[in-house]
């Protein structure tokens, strides 16, 4: 069979436009028996047995990990997220998604973390009334503070400052945010006025924002198991349409 007769059988190959090269005596009378043979051996085809791939869920060596976790910290910071964000259920699903084998610290953890990797400091800022009975405040100190954030340590620190300037006998009260720590220095700032001076009036005040903040964190966690089961019911009815039309037919009956 001529070259030109075998393209004129097969209109899906163009002789003056496909790349193919055809041998003589490679075509049976048909001009098919070792096609096959042929576009294997023009397109290099190969056959590779396939290789499964299974993602690694062990945990990162010491480098890796840390690597991570200064990550982690960056935003934490950055963002002026909560160390407990870190322990938030939804959170650690979300980073165990996207990394494995990460392993997600513990918010002591990450307090300690930053504390190393970044000089921290002490704010104390001043509220007092002027003698035309206005209120006044400024930021009196900003103490660098390099030793372990214990309640002992910060009273020291603030009971040094309040001698620089003078200001022991003048002092009422001190307001802080309720970290166990804080709670200590008050009381020992407290102490050491009475034992001092004998002023029995100080106080020592939590934050007013903080503390509803602390309570809507507990409440949640009580009833994190019931707003669980109804979230539960809730994608059940979205995808049923059955549950659905029973539950509107009982809105309408309860007149919701």
């Not at 939590?206 to 019931?226: S, T, Y």
Request: glycine share 4%; net charge negative; proline share 3%.
């Amino acid at each position: 069979m001529e070259t030109e007769d075998f393209f004129d059988n097969y209109s899906h190959f163009d002789p003056e436009h496909d790349d193919f090269e055809i041998n003589d005596g490679s075509f049976d009378e048909y001009g098919l028996s070792d096609l096959t043979s042929q576009v294997s051996q023009e397109t290099n085809i190969t056959r590779r047995q396939a290789i499964l791939n299974f993602s690694r869920t062990d945990p990162h060596n010491d480098d890796e990990q840390n690597k991570r976790d200064k990550i982690l910290i960056m935003w934490i910071i950055a963002d002026q997220q909560l160390f407990t964000v870190i322990e938030n259920k939804q959170f650690t699903e979300f980073i165990n998604f996207l990394d494995p084998r990460y392993i997600t610290p513990i918010r002591q953890t990450a307090k300690k973390m930053i504390l190393d990797e970044f000089d921290t400091f002490l704010g104390v800022t001043l509220h007092f009334i002027d003698a035309d009975w206005k209120m006044r405040h400024f930021l009196l100190d900003i103490i660098p503070f390099n030793d372990r954030h214990t309640g002992i340590n910060m009273a020291d620190a603030i009971n040094n400052l309040l001698n620089d300037f003078n200001l022991k006998d003048k002092t009422l009260a001190l307001t802080t945010y309720n970290e166990s720590a804080m709670i200590i220095c008050g009381r020992l700032i407290a102490h050491e006025l009475q034992r001092k001076l004998d002023n029995i009036g100080f106080l020592h005040y939590r934050c007013a924002a903080h503390v509803p903040n602390l309570a809507a964190k507990q409440g949640l966690e009580i009833v994190d198991p019931a707003v669980e089961k109804v979230r539960t019911l809730m994608l059940k009815i979205k995808v049923s349409t059955r549950l659905s039309d029973n539950l509107r037919g009982l809105c309408q009956l309860k007149g919701i």
